[in-house]
Every structure is written in C-alpha cells, then in structure tokens.
C-alpha cells in the first residue's frame, strides 16, 4: 500500500484531479485516503479493505463485463479503480463501465468529469452501510445510470438506478437493468 505523503494530502479539487496520489478519493474539502490507515506503536497499519475475496470478485466482474461488453458488439471499455468527478468529489469505484459514446466525447482522460454510466462497488469488512448507500446516489445523481453493490458476505447484488432498486441473491442471476444491455451472470459464480 503506497501511503501518500502529508503534502499530497493537501490538495484542492483541481489539483487533485490533475495527478491523485494512489489509494486516495477527494471530498468534503479534502484528499481522503480510499482503504483508511492507522498508526500503530509508530508504524503505520492497513485497516481492512479489499481482500483476497472482494479482489477476486472485482476481478471475475471486470472480466464478465469485459467479455460481454465485445461479444455483444455493445463497445466501450472496462475500468478497475479508475478516478472519476462526482458532484465536487472524487470517486475510485472499483469496476466501472464507460459506452462508447461517452468515450468518444471525453476522450483520453485521466479523471472522468462525471460518474460512469455503469460502475460496481464491492462492500469491504471496513465499509459503513450508510456511506455505501450515499456514494451510490451520489453517483446516481452525478451522470451514473446504474450502480451495482456487491456484498461478498452474503454473496447479495443490489442493482440501483435512479428509479429503481433490484436485490439478487444466491441461486438467481444478477442482471444489468440500464447500461450494457442483455447482460447477465450467475450470482453464485460471480461471488463464489
């Protein structure tokens, strides 16, 4: 884990998205760091984040995303935390999904001046339900089409739009309701 240092931590908006310093997101006026540190007996320690089981979960997305995005002639390109704006934050969703027409708009880019249309983020051990919730619709509210939150824990997938929320459990088969049309996974071999 690179921890960045004090002086990267001082950042405004623009400064940030000209070159954010790995691992971090920025809101509420300031850089925050996107898997939390804490320091002990002088020596600085990860707090649970993203382990071997939600890595391999983003991983398998990433890929049955990607394989279906170029089978189905739909285009675009698959993300692995890459930065995006959101209402004067910064975001690192954990998979994201831009279509080919937003990617012939913006271009090249180093931080997406919007949401993804399709983004997932995969629930860690450390993460607070009610924050989970907030950067969905804060998301939502920033060009995002539709937000899956993938809980590894109970092997859930909440597919939220801006008018509706679609709960699929073990034995059923998760489904894209807005963004990459027709696409479809097992929930079983996605959180397996």
């Known amino acids: ?23 971090t997101e920025w809101a509420d006026g300031k850089v925050i760091v996107k898997h939390p540190v804490e320091f002990v007996n002088g020596e600085v320690v990860g707090k649970p984040g993203m382990t071997a089981k939600t890595r391999r979960i983003q991983a398998r997305l990433v890929r049955y995303w990607g394989i279906y995005m170029d089978s189905s002639g739909q285009g675009g390109e698959v993300y692995v935390e890459v930065t995006c704006q959101t209402m004067k934050k910064g975001r690192i969703p954990d998979v ?27 629930v860690s051990p450390s993460d607070f339900a009610d924050d989970v919730f907030a950067k969905a619709q804060e998301y939502l509210e920033s060009g995002c089409l539709e937000v899956w939150l993938l809980f590894p824990k109970s092997s859930w997938v909440l597919v939220i739009t801006k008018s ?12 894209t309701q807005v963004v990459l049309a027709g696409f479809r996974v097992a929930v079983d071999e996605l959180m397996a």
């Open 164 to 175: 509706q929320v679609v709960l699929f459990k073990p034995g059923e088969v998760a489904t």
């Open 96 to 122: 994201s999904y831009i279509t080919p027409e937003l990617l012939a708009e913006v271009g090249e880019f180093s931080v997406l001046p919007q949401s993804f249309p399709l983004l997932a983020e995969i």
């Open 1 to 23: 884990m690179i921890i960045p240092s004090v002086e990267q931590l001082d950042l405004t908006l623009e400064e940030w998205m000209q070159n954010p310093p790995d691992g």
